[in-house]
């Protein structure tokens, strides 16, 4: 087991080939600012990169996920020209860029407040786990601004009709709202939560890595599922490269054989 330090994040490996990225500011209720968001792109670049990891899990230290925006950072921004802002945005954009885009499946693990900004991150995860009780708000329009960098994201998790409402009305949701929409795959009660965590994450160590980087590469690829040519072209190619790379014979072999496939934790 083996940590990354950051002043606002941390990032630690499982020995069972996965790392769970920790948002740390317990103190500010996680809350984004600058120095959070710049991290969060290094870290994302280095998880990348380091073709041994399996998934990432995404959560947040103490008794919230993430408050959203930091009320310093927030404050500075408004003092800050268009270019300045754009740039400004231009680093968010880039950060939900890069954990929609992640090449590996990405896990959220929600309680408490996540506001903003921190819905933008649930809906770029692949999937996600909350508490029942979470409150969660698209909850800019409230301050006069908007949710636009998060707002493509937010549309491919629950939909365009969710998310004129919620992120017009900018009223809280409960984690079970969440659930019925979409934005969860699941939720619980605060006590079930680690439970429940622990059960998906088992399953996903069941699965071969390498068959799971080419779906979630598949699944970008197919997006509404609109049938054309050069998809089919594309998802036969796909099955082709999976069913001859080495996890696969070994998948297809173990399955034959009725043995447990290698990437399996042996019992």
């Given at each position: ?37 710049r991290e ?56 939900m860029h ?146 001859t790379s ?22």
């Amino acid at each position: 087991m083996s940590t990354s330090s950051f002043q606002t994040i941390e990032l630690k490996y499982s020995d069972k080939g996965f790392a769970t990225l920790w948002l740390n500011r317990p103190e500010k209720n996680n809350a984004f600012n600058a120095e959070m968001i710049r991290e969060l792109i290094l870290v994302l670049n280095e998880v990348q990169r380091d073709k041994s990891l399996r998934f990432l899990v995404l959560r947040g230290r103490g008794k919230h996920f993430s408050a959203g925006a930091d009320l310093a950072w927030m404050q500075d921004s408004a003092r800050l020209d268009y270019n300045a802002n754009m740039r400004d945005a231009h680093e968010l954009g880039e950060l939900m860029h890069k954990l929609y885009h992640l090449k590996i499946p990405t896990l959220a693990v929600v309680q408490g407040a996540a506001f903003g900004g921190a819905v933008g991150l649930i809906a770029c995860c692949d999937m996600a786990i909350g508490t029942a009780d979470a409150q969660l708000a698209l909850s800019e329009v409230r301050i006069g601004l908007a949710p636009a960098v998060i707002s493509p994201f937010v549309v491919q998790a629950i939909g365009e009709r969710a998310t004129r409402r919620y992120a017009l009305t900018a009223e809280r949701f409960s984690g079970e709202c969440a659930r019925e929409l979409g934005l969860f795959a699941e939720s619980c009660s605060s006590e079930q939560l680690d439970e429940k965590v622990e059960k998906l994450l088992g399953n996903l160590l069941l699965n071969s890595p390498q068959a799971m980087r080419a779906t979630k590469g598949l699944l970008h690829q197919v997006g509404s599922g609109a049938l054309k040519p050069s998809l089919r072209t594309y998802t036969e190619g796909v099955i082709a490269s999976v069913r001859t790379s080495p996890e696969g014979q070994e998948g297809l072999s173990a399955f034959l054989e009725k043995r447990t496939p290698a990437w399996q934790e042996k019992k």
